[in-house]
């Protein structure tokens, strides 16, 4: 009659299954990579259009191994993504509940944020660039506006989607205003939050991006690495770059938004929307 | 201290309006006695979950009025505590997070509340789980949570929303019986919705059956068979034909118009 | 019955005129034999515009834009559905394209277009090529889930009233994925709107409304920044209401797939 609730599985096969998992990733890597270094190996496709892997690797151990130019970049992009998804993160969530709670305010902002949602993220930076001028401050306000709208918008679906029943519960017991907010409805809108959150973070990379390229005081930056390269035709740079920018996005999904949903909603056995 | 814990006056429920509208319950007079168990039964759609979620506060009456203690019911609120049938649990909370969560709201400190909520976990025999998150219980478990949920925090009186309906035969069985032993214990008030007869006639101080809808108090019949119940003893039989004669009724006339969803 | 017939073929039609550009593109085709796809709807276009008695310079830029986002859109919807189909069909398909797919799918257009700026230049090339990549993967990966979402039993149902494994494809799987394949669509163009703005901003020489957003701010002429953005905007609703809910309506949803 009675279950025992689930054991932690063994450490040596979470090992196992990790390890599994990061091969079965590679291999397609791997294979394509080979292809493609033979096909420029056999001089099929001219080396100087399209580099093969082995130049390409080569070039990322130059530029972040010697040259540590890569840190710079990778280190300068991170710290405006930080400010700006942080400033997301934190108005998006209150932004949310706000409109979430409150219809009067919802009905006002509901149809501005929807046209908004519809302008490319890219094409404020022309106007940013002209009220904030061409340095970093233009980049972090595209990296904010990226995150902003997915994050305010699956808050506020959060919100509304939490059952009834769990209100009447929490009423019942006592909580009412801000407690209810905080203690029930923030929990329990955490799936789509979440997604509001993952969603935010590739938005906000992929604005961090076009950012530096577009702003032409923007020295150091990831977006801007490219970006130069372009002037000194260099095509293997441009590969390491796009390169870093894929397993950044990649990193930042998988690392960062994947734990914080294993440390929340996987824990409670609130599954996810996937 | 009055006898009657709770008071219900002439209270009407409409959901909707005009033509579309739906009278769940029209013109109910009840008392509940302090300390009873009152079981309210009826076929699908005569209002008793709506009853209960009027006393709860969930809702409001669109006549009449609802006194708790003599004070006219207007919100939910801790003096109540309410069990679901979908247990309704916090899946972001412990077992013994939920449990604490009534407690901590009505401003008991952290370490009083924590011990508290130990002694109900205890009492609905969960030791061992307070650690445990919802989504690793059975159906019978979690309804034990939510129990101990609702009585943590001493409310007046407890409200039970055919909270064994989704649990199988045999843990529903074990449910009832744990049920009234812990009533026993703790000498709440007790109003409890069901469709099976069995249940009330096992649980029961006073069974309420009411009509089909729109619903009103059809009649009451008062069960003062010695507990613990026996399930199949004569007198106990005796008691549940009365039951059902009455019910019989209703159940035809609500069957004309949805599916009858009452075991005998 | 009717509208399941007709989606087929578009898709068809749709990769068939996207890799026929392509091929213009690459320089296999000779032009003084085969022109392309565009080119032929460039010179209608060029034709219809100089019929007009004022030549708005206006809607000669969404024009172009739009030109662009039409041409890349089929391209990505195209490649995207044939790429998807297959990879949700062959499990060694998939596991070799899903890694690559997740990886490469965050990277933005406008960091791919200088490479394609020194592969192909600037202009159209680069800017349909982007837009057609930004809009495949976000589709092949929606037909991909769809594909491998279909019920197992309705494939057996149609085994047994004697439809062959190949002939599957298009009565079983297509149909039944047609709701995942039109999320994807919708997607894939959305960016592919977006990507082709993005792009124009670095790549456009001279035309596009990406091009008149960016040139403007270069000389701090706000007015037509602003009014560009608007201009995205209502282009953009234009494009979502009146294109995408259209197909829509006349596919899926008359097949009761998804909630309208």
Redesign the interface.
């Given at each position: 009659m009675t279950t025992t609730p689930r054991l932690p599985e063994k450490t040596e096969r979470r090992w196992l299954r990790a390890v599994a998992a990061v091969f079965w990733f590679l291999l397609p890597f791997l294979l394509v990579g080979a292809v493609w270094e033979l096909t420029i190996r056999a001089g099929w496709v001219s080396s100087a259009s399209l580099p093969a892997p082995s130049t390409i690797l080569r070039k990322a151990w130059d530029l972040s191994v010697r040259e540590g130019v890569l840190w710079e970049h990778l280190g300068r992009s991170f710290y405006r993504l930080s400010i700006g998804y942080a400033l997301a993160m934190g108005s998006g969530l209150l932004f949310g509940s706000l409109l979430a709670m409150n219809r009067a305010l919802r009905e006002m902002f509901s149809p501005i944020l929807s046209l908004l949602i519809s302008v490319p993220t890219i094409a404020w930076v022309p106007v940013f660039l002209i009220t904030m001028g061409l340095g970093d401050s233009t980049v972090i306000a595209a990296v904010f506006l990226g995150g902003f709208f997915a994050i305010t918008y699956n808050t506020i679906r959060g919100i509304e989607m939490v059952e009834p029943s769990t209100i009447r519960a929490a009423r019942t017991m006592g909580a009412r205003g801000a407690r209810l907010f905080v203690s029930v409805l923030l929990p329990a809108s955490s799936v789509s939050v979440l997604t509001g959150l993952r969603l935010g973070i590739g938005y906000s990379w992929r604005a961090l991006v076009g950012g530096e390229m577009l702003s032409a005081m923007v020295r150091w930056g990831i977006g801007k690495m490219i970006y130069q390269a372009r002037f000194w035709n260099d095509v293997v740079a441009m590969f390491v770059g796009l390169l870093v920018i894929g397993l950044t996005g990649f990193l930042l999904d998988r690392l960062l938004i994947r734990q914080l949903e294993r440390a929340t909603i996987e824990r409670w056995g609130m599954v996810s929307e996937r | 201290m009055t006898q009657n814990i709770i008071e219900i006056h002439g209270v009407s429920k409409q959901y909707g309006k005009g033509n579309r509208s739906v009278v769940a319950l029209k013109d109910v007079d009840l008392r509940f006695h302090r300390g009873e168990f009152a079981v309210l039964i009826g076929p699908s759609g005569c209002g008793k979950s709506t009853m209960l979620y009027l006393i709860a506060g969930f809702e409001s009456p669109t006549h009449g009025r609802i006194l708790l203690d003599g004070n006219e019911i207007r919100e939910p609120g801790p003096n109540r505590g309410f069990v679901f049938q979908d247990y309704v649990l916090f899946p972001w909370k412990t077992v013994l997070g939920n449990v604490m969560f009534g407690l901590r709201r009505t401003g008991v400190p952290h370490r009083e509340a924590k011990q508290t909520a130990l002694q109900f976990i205890e009492m609905v025999h969960l030791r061992g789980f307070e650690h445990a998150f919802p989504h690793t219980l059975s159906g019978g478990m979690k309804q034990r949570v939510g129990i101990a949920r609702a009585l943590a925090y001493d409310p007046e009186v407890l409200l039970m929303d055919e909270p064994f309906g989704a649990l199988d035969a045999q843990t529903r069985k074990l449910m009832q019986q744990e049920t009234a032993e812990i009533w026993k214990e703790t000498g709440k008030t007790v109003v409890f919705v069901t469709h099976s007869v069995i249940e009330a006639t096992y649980l029961a101080d006073r069974v309420i059956v009411m009509t089909a809808r729109p619903g009103r108090v059809k009649g009451i019949i008062d069960v003062d068979l010695p507990r613990p119940r026996q399930y199949t003893e004569d007198h106990y039989l005796h008691i549940r034909q009365d039951i059902l004669g009455l019910l019989e009724e209703e159940i035809r006339q609500s069957a004309l118009g949805t599916t009858s969803t009452l075991t005998p | 019955m009717r509208g399941r017939r007709w989606i087929l073929p578009i898709l068809l039609v749709a990769g068939f005129l996207g890799l026929w550009e392509l091929a213009a593109h690459l320089g296999w085709l000779n032009p003084s034999l085969m022109s392309s796809p565009s080119r032929i709807a460039d010179a209608l276009w060029k034709t219809h515009v100089r019929r007009l008695p004022e030549r708005s310079i206006l809607l000669t830029h969404i024009g172009v834009s739009l030109q662009r986002v039409f041409l890349a859109g089929m391209i990505g919807t195209g490649s995207g559905v044939l790429i998807g189909i297959l990879m949700g069909t062959s499990r060694v398909v998939y596991?070799?394209?899903?890694?690559?797919v997740?990886?490469?799918?965050?990277?933005?257009g406008?960091?791919?277009a200088?490479?394609f700026?020194?592969?192909l230049g600037f202009g159209d090339p680069t800017i349909i090529t982007v837009g057609a990549i930004a809009s495949f993967f976000p589709i092949a990966f929606n037909t991909a889930a769809g594909v491998r979402s279909v019920d197992g039993q309705l494939v057996r149902a149609a085994r047994l009233m004697g439809v062959s494994p190949a002939g599957c494809l298009p009565r079983v799987y297509l149909p039944s994925a047609a709701g995942h394949i039109m999320a994807g669509v919708k997607l894939g163009w959305a960016r592919c709107?977006?990507t082709v703005?993005?792009v124009e901003?670095?790549a456009a020489a001279s035309w596009g409304l990406?091009y008149m957003?960016?040139d403007?701010?270069e000389y701090?002429r706000?007015g037509v920044?602003?009014g560009?953005?608007l201009l995205?905007?209502l282009v953009?609703?234009a494009m979502?209401r009146v294109v995408l809910e259209g197909v829509e309506r006349l596919t899926v949803r008359r097949w009761g797939m998804i909630q309208s």
């Amino acid at each position: 009659m009675t279950t025992t609730p689930r054991l932690p599985e063994k450490t040596e096969r979470r090992w196992l299954r990790a390890v599994a998992a990061v091969f079965w990733f590679l291999l397609p890597f791997l294979l394509v990579g080979a292809v493609w270094e033979l096909t420029i190996r056999a001089g099929w496709v001219s080396s100087a259009s399209l580099p093969a892997p082995s130049t390409i690797l080569r070039k990322a151990w130059d530029l972040s191994v010697r040259e540590g130019v890569l840190w710079e970049h990778l280190g300068r992009s991170f710290y405006r993504l930080s400010i700006g998804y942080a400033l997301a993160m934190g108005s998006g969530l209150l932004f949310g509940s706000l409109l979430a709670m409150n219809r009067a305010l919802r009905e006002m902002f509901s149809p501005i944020l929807s046209l908004l949602i519809s302008v490319p993220t890219i094409a404020w930076v022309p106007v940013f660039l002209i009220t904030m001028g061409l340095g970093d401050s233009t980049v972090i306000a595209a990296v904010f506006l990226g995150g902003f709208f997915a994050i305010t918008y699956n808050t506020i679906r959060g919100i509304e989607m939490v059952e009834p029943s769990t209100i009447r519960a929490a009423r019942t017991m006592g909580a009412r205003g801000a407690r209810l907010f905080v203690s029930v409805l923030l929990p329990a809108s955490s799936v789509s939050v979440l997604t509001g959150l993952r969603l935010g973070i590739g938005y906000s990379w992929r604005a961090l991006v076009g950012g530096e390229m577009l702003s032409a005081m923007v020295r150091w930056g990831i977006g801007k690495m490219i970006y130069q390269a372009r002037f000194w035709n260099d095509v293997v740079a441009m590969f390491v770059g796009l390169l870093v920018i894929g397993l950044t996005g990649f990193l930042l999904d998988r690392l960062l938004i994947r734990q914080l949903e294993r440390a929340t909603i996987e824990r409670w056995g609130m599954v996810s929307e996937r | 201290m009055t006898q009657n814990i709770i008071e219900i006056h002439g209270v009407s429920k409409q959901y909707g309006k005009g033509n579309r509208s739906v009278v769940a319950l029209k013109d109910v007079d009840l008392r509940f006695h302090r300390g009873e168990f009152a079981v309210l039964i009826g076929p699908s759609g005569c209002g008793k979950s709506t009853m209960l979620y009027l006393i709860a506060g969930f809702e409001s009456p669109t006549h009449g009025r609802i006194l708790l203690d003599g004070n006219e019911i207007r919100e939910p609120g801790p003096n109540r505590g309410f069990v679901f049938q979908d247990y309704v649990l916090f899946p972001w909370k412990t077992v013994l997070g939920n449990v604490m969560f009534g407690l901590r709201r009505t401003g008991v400190p952290h370490r009083e509340a924590k011990q508290t909520a130990l002694q109900f976990i205890e009492m609905v025999h969960l030791r061992g789980f307070e650690h445990a998150f919802p989504h690793t219980l059975s159906g019978g478990m979690k309804q034990r949570v939510g129990i101990a949920r609702a009585l943590a925090y001493d409310p007046e009186v407890l409200l039970m929303d055919e909270p064994f309906g989704a649990l199988d035969a045999q843990t529903r069985k074990l449910m009832q019986q744990e049920t009234a032993e812990i009533w026993k214990e703790t000498g709440k008030t007790v109003v409890f919705v069901t469709h099976s007869v069995i249940e009330a006639t096992y649980l029961a101080d006073r069974v309420i059956v009411m009509t089909a809808r729109p619903g009103r108090v059809k009649g009451i019949i008062d069960v003062d068979l010695p507990r613990p119940r026996q399930y199949t003893e004569d007198h106990y039989l005796h008691i549940r034909q009365d039951i059902l004669g009455l019910l019989e009724e209703e159940i035809r006339q609500s069957a004309l118009g949805t599916t009858s969803t009452l075991t005998p | 019955m009717r509208g399941r017939r007709w989606i087929l073929p578009i898709l068809l039609v749709a990769g068939f005129l996207g890799l026929w550009e392509l091929a213009a593109h690459l320089g296999w085709l000779n032009p003084s034999l085969m022109s392309s796809p565009s080119r032929i709807a460039d010179a209608l276009w060029k034709t219809h515009v100089r019929r007009l008695p004022e030549r708005s310079i206006l809607l000669t830029h969404i024009g172009v834009s739009l030109q662009r986002v039409f041409l890349a859109g089929m391209i990505g919807t195209g490649s995207g559905v044939l790429i998807g189909i297959l990879m949700g069909t062959s499990r060694v398909v998939y596991r070799l394209f899903d890694p690559i797919v997740t990886l490469l799918m965050p990277i933005p257009g406008i960091a791919q277009a200088p490479l394609f700026i020194v592969w192909l230049g600037f202009g159209d090339p680069t800017i349909i090529t982007v837009g057609a990549i930004a809009s495949f993967f976000p589709i092949a990966f929606n037909t991909a889930a769809g594909v491998r979402s279909v019920d197992g039993q309705l494939v057996r149902a149609a085994r047994l009233m004697g439809v062959s494994p190949a002939g599957c494809l298009p009565r079983v799987y297509l149909p039944s994925a047609a709701g995942h394949i039109m999320a994807g669509v919708k997607l894939g163009w959305a960016r592919c709107w977006r990507t082709v703005i993005a792009v124009e901003f670095v790549a456009a020489a001279s035309w596009g409304l990406g091009y008149m957003i960016w040139d403007a701010s270069e000389y701090i002429r706000s007015g037509v920044v602003f009014g560009g953005i608007l201009l995205l905007m209502l282009v953009y609703f234009a494009m979502e209401r009146v294109v995408l809910e259209g197909v829509e309506r006349l596919t899926v949803r008359r097949w009761g797939m998804i909630q309208s």
